[in-house]
């Protein structure tokens, strides 16, 4: 099997940041717990764990006990309580991550409505809904929005609106989304678009764009809750190539490669290099 890498794919500078600042913390302490996992792939959470990294779902009881903030962030609310409970919290929030936070308050200071477009069950939104404050919402469609938040559609209540977007999702997407947006301007004073979407998470949707129309199929190497490898997936699909997720080497299908001559690789931001060799190994002996 012939195998073309993607231009951009792999971790991006914010993931190893995050991975460079846990481990050094790790080493220091020993041990220190992260609220959730630090970066959204199964391979590296176990690897840190094996330092003394260990993931937990809510926050510890015992007080001084060490506690980092994932590259995701989160609700200042819940900061604010880590900070109550007397945690020793280490932020390790994405930079680019915590420009859109500070945009989304800046922006509900003003006084506008902020949509933020995203997953909203994603730990990286819950956060900017948190920063952003009562007057927010999550969505991905119009539908959403106007289901979501019906006064938009009635009433005079809000009288700008504006939006930004969580820092992996599909540049098109939002693009798609913000004209239908644009489209709720007569019954508004103003509607501020804001591209938050992050330039790694570009490159890489770009790159893989790019490689579909090179390759017979393109495998996707990223973690099952990375929504920016699932993204990647989708826009793979949509240019009619063949596309398949996988966690590691050992996820490949030799019947997804029947017939086929030249497989096409890219990987989530926050799939290690190791994962990715082993992967493209795998494909060059099948």
């Known amino acids: 099997m012939q195998v073309k890498l993607a231009r951009h794919m792999g971790f991006c500078p914010g993931v190893r940041r995050a991975l460079k600042l846990i481990e050094a913390e790790a080493r220091k302490r020993g041990s220190i717990y992260t609220l959730g ?10 690897r840190l764990r094996a330092l003394g990294v260990e993931p937990v779902e809510d926050l510890p009881g015992e007080p001084g006990a060490p506690l980092a903030i994932t590259a995701h ?47 909203a ?37 809000f009288k700008r609106l504006a939006t930004v977007s969580q820092t992996t999702q599909s ?12 489209g709720l301007l007569p019954r508004f004073d103003e509607i501020a678009v804001h591209n938050t979407i992050c330039l790694p998470t570009r490159q890489r949707q770009e790159s893989v764009q790019d ?33 398949h997720q996988v966690e590691s080497a050992g996820d490949l299908r030799p019947e997804w490669f029947a017939g086929k001559t030249v497989a096409g690789v890219t990987a989530g931001a926050s799939t290690p290099d190791w994962v990715v060799e082993e992967v493209v190994s795998t494909l060059r002996e099948m």
């Open 171 to 182: 540049v098109q997407w939002y693009s798609h989304f913000t004209q239908d947006l644009l």
């Open 121 to 157: 069950a994603h730990p990286e939104v819950k956060g900017i809904l948190g920063w952003a404050g009562e007057n927010a919402v999550a969505v991905k469609t119009m539908e959403e929005l106007l289901q979501a938040v019906p006064v938009l559609a009635s009433s005079r209540k």
């Open 211 to 243: 490689l579909a129309s090179e390759v017979d199929v393109l495998v996707v190497i990223g973690g099952r809750d990375s929504a920016n490898t699932r993204h990647l997936v989708q826009l793979a699909a949509e240019s009619g190539t063949p596309a």
């Open 37 to 46: 996992a630090i970066i959204h792939n199964p391979q590296e959470v176990e």
């Open 73 to 119: 962030g989160v609700n200042p609310s819940v900061m604010r309580e880590a900070c109550d409970r007397g945690l020793e919290v280490v932020d390790i929030t994405c930079p680019l991550v915590a420009k859109v936070q500070q945009l989304a308050k800046s922006l509900a200071g003003q006084g506008y409505f902020v949509i933020i477009f995203g997953d």
